[in-house]
């Protein structure tokens, strides 16, 4: 598994919300999928948020989002680590992504939600301080990791938080 690179960025003229994840785990690579594990809940959220289920075929799904004006990308473009745990990831091995580059490119975007906290600590740690101003009108927020690895909340608990996130629901 060392030196994962990660997919290019799900993106279009649309999308004005930016869903990060650290970087793509086994399952994942292997089947050049976003979120591709089977007990990964990100599908199984977007299916309640927006009808991308897992009951769809990965393209549906990701057009379902492109729709919704969602995009998808990682944190991390390379990394070293020996398993799909981010906490296996070798600190002094990650290489960012080029946010510059994709932000200049989607002026639209104005939301940035870290799926996990390995993503927002990257994204602080490797990311934010090269941007600058480019974040100034970017709401970033960090939501509960949708990995099976995260065992703390339920899928319903994390369909709930994620939602009131995303969508702006409050109970």
């Not at 959220?45 to 990308?73: E, H, T």
Request: with cysteine; net charge neutral; charged share 20%.
């Amino acid at each position: 598994m060392d030196n994962p690179v990660c997919f290019k960025a799900v993106i279009n003229e649309n999308s004005h919300t930016l869903i990060l994840g650290s970087m793509p785990g086994k399952v994942s690579l292997t089947e050049v999928q976003y979120y591709a594990h089977p007990r990964n809940g990100f599908w199984h959220i977007m299916g309640n948020l927006f009808g991308a289920g897992p009951d769809k075929p990965y393209q549906k799904r990701l057009a379902i989002l492109l729709d919704n004006g969602i995009a998808l990308w990682d944190v991390i473009e390379q990394c070293s680590r020996s398993t799909s745990l981010d906490s296996d990831i070798e600190e002094q091995s990650i290489i960012p992504n080029d946010f510059h580059s994709l932000l200049s490119k989607h002026k639209k975007i104005d939301r940035i939600f870290f799926n996990g906290g390995k993503a927002e600590q990257s994204f602080k740690r490797y990311v934010h301080p090269l941007l600058g101003e480019q974040l100034k009108n970017i709401r970033c927020v960090g939501l509960t990791s949708t990995s099976p690895a995260n065992a703390r909340y339920s899928i319903d608990e994390k369909i709930v938080m994620w939602q009131k996130s995303i969508m702006g629901t409050v109970e």
